[in-house]
């Protein structure tokens, strides 16, 4: 082999890998599963908490289940019960937003399972009013949600919120 036909060899060998990294690597960024212009980020998915919160503002129990997918699980702060269809959540929230509650985040823990599905997990307090005495108080909670997108929409496929044990 000439040293003109090794070098052409090389170059030839070089290209290709060249080519086949760059569209291994460019298959995997638009067809990989989570990968894309589709996978959320953390601070996206940590956001959906604050719809979630503004969404307790308007006091609708119907808007805040409406977050929920259809066939979701809550298992919410104040009540024993577990809530596993929109009716359910529906009458949770009618007797939660009474205390006119306003959450705040403390800590906060994202993880982002693919383009479609997420978990933010982590600590919240809520300021509560008592609708009949004005009384003001706080719980302070774990929370974990998971996020499903479902027909282009973010929603709530469990919830999970207990208050702090010591607290």
Do not use: C
């Not at 009618?94 to 982002?112: D, Y």
């Amino acid at each position: 082999m000439t040293r003109r036909s090794l070098s052409k060899r090389v170059a030839v060998v070089t290209a290709t890998a060249v080519v086949a990294v760059g569209t291994v690597a460019a298959g995997a960024a638009v067809a990989g599963p989570g990968w894309g212009d589709g996978k959320p980020g953390k601070k996206g998915i940590a956001q959906l908490f604050y719809q979630w919160n503004r969404t307790l503002q308007t006091g609708d129990p119907e808007q805040v289940a409406d977050l929920y997918a259809k066939d979701a699980v809550l298992l919410p702060t104040v009540s024993n019960q577990v809530r596993s269809d929109h009716a359910g959540i529906v009458d949770y929230f009618e007797h939660f937003l009474a205390n006119k509650p306003v959450g705040t985040k403390i800590e906060t823990h994202v993880n982002v399972l693919d383009r479609d599905s997420a978990i933010d997990t982590g600590v919240y307090e809520f300021a509560l009013t008592d609708p009949e005495t004005g009384a003001k108080s706080t719980v302070e909670a774990r929370y974990t949600y998971v996020y499903e997108k479902r027909n282009g929409e973010w929603l709530i496929v469990n919830h999970h919120s207990s208050k702090m044990p010591e607290g």
